[in-house]
Nanobody, 124 residues
């Protein structure tokens, strides 16, 4: 069982930056594609970004492309999401997810393990 713990959320003004971190409990982290998703109140959970097992390929939602960067350090069992130029519409709970042996997709159903989430609030 992989346990994921997110951190780095907070309340910021529009235009600010945040870096989210997700620490995994198992060495299987290196065999998992990792994703970030978010869920705003009253909305479905949506894809934000994903990264392959090696970190060689990354994928982004159109809504965050150019403003967010996903990265990973396998030696630290950690994946990051750097978010710049934050907008009020980025306000949501952000979740880290692991897709063991996966390729890194946009689909929530492909991810077996999920963290508890970290709140990001952006005010105008």
């Amino acid at each position: 069982q992989v346990q994921l713990v997110e951190s780095g959320g907070g309340s910021v003004q529009a235009g600010a930056s945040l870096r989210l971190s997700c620490a995994a409990s198992e060495r299987t982290f290196s065999t998992s594609a990792m994703g970030w998703f978010r869920q705003a109140p009253g909305k479905e959970r949506e894809f934000v970004a994903a990264i392959t097992r090696s970190g060689g390929s990354t994928y982004y939602a159109d809504s965050v492309k150019g403003r967010c960067t996903i990265s990973r350090v396998n030696a630290k069992n950690t994946v990051y999401l750097q978010m710049n130029s934050l907008k009020p519409e980025d306000t949501a709970v952000y979740y880290c997810a692991a897709d063991q042996w996966g390729a890194g997709t946009r689909e929530t159903l492909d991810y077996e393990y999920w963290g508890q989430g970290t709140q990001v609030t952006v005010s105008s």
